[in-house]
């Protein structure tokens, strides 16, 4: 499994246990100027860690096939030769806020996120079949599902961890993360989506051969 870990603007991105995973536990200690200096409880870090890992096994053992999986590493491939592209990492660990109780962390995984010279992109890939269709969250904004299986938040749950992402910035570095956007990405080729869906600039629905597909991806993103 490749974990990566966006540390803020002022860091830059890295994949390393070092840096600024978005649930590391850490202590402050005084330097000889004064400062407070991070240290890394490794122990919990590794705990959680395995408990996100075996979790997000679990979730993906229930899909029959691995269109899903082929998918995302279309849409990772297709993000990372953007022309404004900084750089990109699949599967990325950011706390979904509303999945969180007392006595469990907050589950949360974001498919790509892609960091660029203009601001950030969390990217949802959903490779559903069928008719897709729009209804109104409780913020009375529009969200999509599949009819068939029912109104489960797909945008909302992204913007809530693009809020996320920018408060671990700020409270972890005291830096702006910059701006940070939802894009859901719609990949099978029989996908249905209607009109108010195909409308939103949150959605981006990817048909055709691999060029096309690339360049729809890079449209949505300008």
Same mark, same amino acid.
């Given at each position: 499994?490749?974990?990566?870990?966006?540390?803020?603007? &002022?860091?830059?991105?890295s994949g390393?246990?070092?840096?600024?995973? !978005?649930?590391?536990q850490m202590?402050?200690?005084?330097?000889?100027?004064?400062?407070?200096?991070?240290?890394?409880?490794?122990? !919990?870090? &590794?705990?959680?860690?395995?408990?996100?890992?075996?979790? /997000?096994?679990?979730?993906?053992?229930? /899909?029959?096939?691995?269109?899903?999986?082929?998918?995302?590493?279309?849409? %990772?491939? &297709?993000? !990372?030769? %953007?022309?404004?592209?900084?750089?990109?990492?699949?599967?990325?660990?950011?706390p979904d806020?509303?999945?969180?109780?007392?006595?469990?962390?907050?589950?949360?995984? @974001?498919? #790509?996120?892609?960091?660029?010279?203009?601001?950030?992109?969390?990217?949802?890939?959903?490779?559903?079949?069928?008719?897709?269709?729009?209804?109104?969250?409780?913020?009375?904004?529009?969200?999509?599902?599949?009819?068939?299986?029912?109104?489960?938040?797909?945008?909302?749950?992204?913007? &809530?961890? *693009?809020?996320?992402?920018?408060?671990?910035?700020?409270?972890? %570095? !005291?830096?702006?993360?910059?701006? #940070?956007?939802?894009?859901?990405?719609?990949?099978?080729?029989?996908?249905?989506?209607?009109?108010? @869906?195909?409308?939103?600039?949150?959605? *981006?629905?990817?048909?055709?051969?691999?060029?096309?597909?690339?360049?729809?991806?890079?449209?949505?993103?300008?």
């Amino acid at each position: 499994a490749r974990q990566f870990h966006y540390q803020g603007p &002022a860091r830059g991105p890295s994949g390393s246990s070092e840096g600024g995973d !978005s649930m590391v536990q850490m202590k402050g200690q005084s330097g000889t100027l004064g400062s407070i200096l991070p240290i890394i409880n490794p122990f !919990s870090e &590794a705990r959680k860690r395995l408990s996100w890992y075996d979790r /997000t096994m679990m979730e993906r053992a229930k /899909t029959s096939d691995s269109a899903s999986w082929d998918a995302e590493e279309l849409v %990772y491939s &297709a993000a !990372s030769s %953007y022309r404004l592209a900084h750089s990109a990492f699949p599967n990325v660990r950011i706390p979904d806020p509303s999945s969180g109780k007392r006595k469990h962390a907050p589950r949360g995984e @974001v498919d #790509v996120v892609l960091v660029t010279e203009r601001g950030i992109a969390l990217i949802e890939v959903k490779n559903w079949r069928g008719s897709i269709e729009s209804f109104e969250d409780e913020n009375g904004e529009l969200d999509l599902f599949q009819p068939k299986i029912g109104t489960k938040p797909v945008v909302s749950k992204l913007r &809530a961890k *693009c809020e996320m992402l920018k408060r671990m910035a700020t409270s972890r %570095y !005291s830096d702006f993360a910059g701006e #940070v956007f939802p894009l859901v990405v719609l990949t099978h080729n029989n996908g249905d989506p209607d009109q108010k @869906v195909s409308r939103m600039n949150t959605v *981006c629905a990817l048909k055709g051969n691999q060029n096309k597909r690339e360049r729809e991806l890079h449209k949505a993103l300008d």
